[in-house]
Nanobody, 124 residues
Framework: VQLQASGGGLVQPGGSLRLPCAASGFTFVAYTMGWFRQAPGKEREFVAF???????NYGDSVKGRSTISRDNAKNTVYLQLNVLEPEDTAVYYC???????????????????WGQGTQVTVSS
């Protein structure tokens, strides 16, 4: 199983980034795909998830500024981040869960597969 996140980098406040995550080694369409992030000294926090049919959910910290989507033909999930703030600086991880209900997805332990993360730094 592999989850290969990319697209991170240094961006100025107010800028945008698009993070793709390519998945392999499991049945992509059977999994809810999500993004989490972890800033230095902080716990890993939920960013967004997208179910197979495209239903999405977002964490409060990025709601209104981000869009998660998936391309089931390409086994890839995307996170579009807009109006970035220094507080968005973190390592962003993509993950896959066999659950689809919010109650289970809110627990990080229910996310089976994790990628290696991509660094996003927001700074002028």
């Amino acid at each position: 199983v592999q989850l290969q996140a990319s697209g991170g980098g240094l961006v100025q406040p107010g800028g945008s980034l698009r993070l793709p995550c390519a998945a392999s080694g499991f049945t992509f369409v059977a999994y809810t795909m999500g993004w989490f992030r972890q800033a230095p000294g902080k716990e890993r926090e939920f960013v967004a998830f997208v179910r197979y049919k495209g239903i999405t959910n977002y964490g409060d910290s990025v709601k209104g500024r981000s869009t998660i989507s998936r391309d089931n033909a390409k086994n890839t999930v995307y996170l579009q981040l807009n109006v970035l703030e220094p507080e968005d600086t973190a390592v962003y991880y993509c993950a896959a869960s066999s659950f689809s209900h919010n109650v289970y997805l809110s627990n990080r332990a229910n996310w089976r597969y994790w990628g290696q993360g991509t660094q996003v730094t927001v700074s002028s």
